[in-house]
């Protein structure tokens, strides 16, 4: 039986009920026959009498409450039990009913108080101690339900409710051996049913002793032959041992007498995927994605598998879209398959027909983030700047608190060289930014837009606002030394700036770039070439700025010809400067 069942033998409780009520109901009539009998002054003058009985307050108020718990109001019963409670302080009938109100409301600390109240006020009942004790394991104090349980299994040693509560428990505590012990007493006694078997079953597999559960699940298969769920119980435990074959038997035998059986279908699915039976795996799959008895969540849960594991997916791609398709056919109306379908398209490099279907699903009304920013992301990476500037601000209007739509449209405007709005959108960003790392970052992008448009010193001003939070920001520095160095000015902080970042990244040629080009600008030709030496190594040829520099550099050493050379070496990177062509036709 399980903890949160009403306790066994209530039955027997209710027609005790059923009999206090009639007797009840007669007291009552004896009662008010007697005061028409005695005329109407002599009527009132009885029925005075009678409301200053305690007794008969008490049982007419619980009758009252009895009456509203059976008719469904459990308040009013409430109501009624309390007040025959003010009379009569022992009547250990209302606390029980109380009990049962209570764990229907489920507020199981006020079912327990009553519960113990009931038993207190008479421990013989056995009822009462089962209630009590029941009302113990639902708050988890198993101990001391163990100690009712006990006193009355020394009273009644014949009584299966309390034999079957005690075996529970002691598997629930894991004390699995003696949980079997009660139960073997049990059936020693009283013979097998499937409850026990059942229960005998769950504490071997907790033991991990497989072929003692498969025994009994032996016997409950031959005893429940059109049970699906102890066929399927049969399978996993085969699939434990290592042998699929059965493990497959047993699943079938499950599918042949329904069908849908999710736990059938599940078991059967991965023993064809641990045997290699891919393409039996890929068809219960389907199976299973398409069956209403399963969450969606738990199907999506279980794709998310999919896009984890690479290798698994470029093998079987073709079966994993074929499920995906016959999934979202389904389900049209799910949303929640839409992200996974996304990542789904975004992994087979299918970038047009995902962006057809986020464009369809957001202008049809969605609002999901995932989707939206699935969106954003995908148009930022192939430099749709107008796209991914609307729909951010569509999803600044549905979302305006998600902070990441504020930066993807400040990403798209500043690519676009919308550099005023892209201010704008991050200064508005501001109040939502809980990171300070967040803040140093919107702090820089609006520095490094404030330059974009000459306005060096409100540049400044918020790079060192990223730097009295974070005094060693990789990018804040980079950029905030170069950009000095552009001006030839503060030269010596700029040199120190770029020296910390390469501290942390000492062999990045664009911050190994930004310190050569500082040494050029304070006259230390030879030591920026030699650091320019070094951005060419760890990457700097392939980048045009890079190689200008190197050339100017090399101009101030008196190596025309390499500048030349380093200047053409840009041009054909695609620098089309007119500085660059100006240096490159000088002599021509």
Partial sequence: ????????????????????????????????????????????????????NSKFMSDFNYYEGLKNYYGGSSDNAIRFLNKSLGYQTDNDAAYYILSQIYQAKNDRIAALTNAELAYKYDPKNRVYGLNFAQALQRLNRLDSALTVFNELYRRDSTDTDILLNMSL?????????????????YSAKFGNNELILENKQKLFLQLNQLDSAASIGSRLVELFPEDPRHLAIMADIYANKGNDSLAIDYNLRALQIVPSYPIAQIGLSDA???DARYS???????????????????????????LENKQFYQVFYPNIDTLINNFVATYPKDTSIYPIYADHLGRMGKLME??????SK?????????????????????????TTSRYASLGIKYHPTFLKFHLYKSYALFQSKQYDSTIAVLKSALPIVTKDSVRVDIFSMIGDSYHSLGKNEEAYQYYDKALAINPKSIAVLNNYSYYLSLEGRNLRKALKMIETVLEKDPNNSTYLDTKAWILYKLGRYDEAKSVMRQALIYGGNDNDVILEHYGDILLKLNEVEMAKMYWQMSYDKGNRTEELLKKLNKDK
Avoid: H, W
């Avoid at 428990?169 to 007493?185: E, F, M, N, Q, W």
């Avoid at 995902?354 to 464009?359: C, D, I, R």
């Fill in 272 to 274: 064809y995927r641990r």
């Fill in 169 to 185: 428990i002691y598997g629930v505590k894991g004390d699995v051996a003696k949980s079997i012990k009660l139960y073997d007493d």
């Fill in 1 to 52: 039986m399980s903890f949160y069942q009403k306790p066994i033998g209530e039955r027997e409780v209710l027609v005790t009920l059923e009999k206090s009520s009639i007797a009840m109901r007669k007291l009552l009539l004896v009662a008010f026959a007697a005061a028409l009998l005695l005329g109407c002054n002599s009527s009132v003058r009885q029925l005075s009498k009678l409301s200053k």
């Fill in 280 to 306: 039996d795996y890929f068809r219960v799959l389907n199976d299973i994605f398409k069956n209403d008895e399963i969450k969606n969540s738990d199907k999506v849960s279980y794709f998310n598998q999919f």
């Fill in 354 to 359: 995902l962006n057809t279907f986020l464009l």
């Fill in 362 to 386: 957001i202008d049809a009304g969605s609002k999901d983030t995932s989707l939206i920013t699935k969106l954003l992301e995908l148009n930022l990476y192939t430099k749709r700047f107008d």
